[in-house]
């Protein structure tokens, strides 16, 4: 059973940054697409960045220039860096892991952006 831990979260002023961190229990290839989510109360679960064989990245657009997702497979680990933030960006981030067989989830961090 894999376990996704968010951390990094917290509450930084408009065009302040913030790196958030996925550990993962289990050993991640470069096979597996490791994204990031958010969601605010009421509404659904967006899309926000993915990471895929290859390096291979994909942003939504409203974060596009902004955030910059990477991982490191030693550490079995991903990032996000979020860069002047916005608060709009005010949501709980989840960690998602997609293997072959199965999705994993995270419990989610918060991140706070005003002022």
């Known amino acids: 059973q894999v376990q996704l831990v968010e951390s990094g979260g917290g509450s930084v002023q408009p065009g302040e940054s913030l790196r958030l961190s996925c550990a993962t229990s289990?050993?991640?290839?470069?096979?597996?697409?490791m994204a990031w989510y958010r969601q605010t109360p009421g509404k659904q679960r967006e899309f926000v960045a993915l990471?895929?064989?290859?390096?291979?990245?994909r942003y939504e657009d409203i974060v596009k220039g902004r955030f910059t997702i990477s991982r490191d497979t030693a550490k079995n680990t991903v990032y996000l860096q979020m860069n002047s933030l916005k608060p709009e960006d005010t949501a709980v981030y989840y960690c998602?892991?997609?293997?072959?067989?199965?999705?994993?989830w995270g419990q989610g961090t918060q991140v706070t952006v005003s002022s």
């Open positions: 998602n892991l997609l293997t072959s067989s199965r999705e994993y």
């Open positions: 289990g050993t991640i290839s470069d096979h597996d697409v």
């Open positions: 990471i895929a064989a290859g390096e291979i990245t």
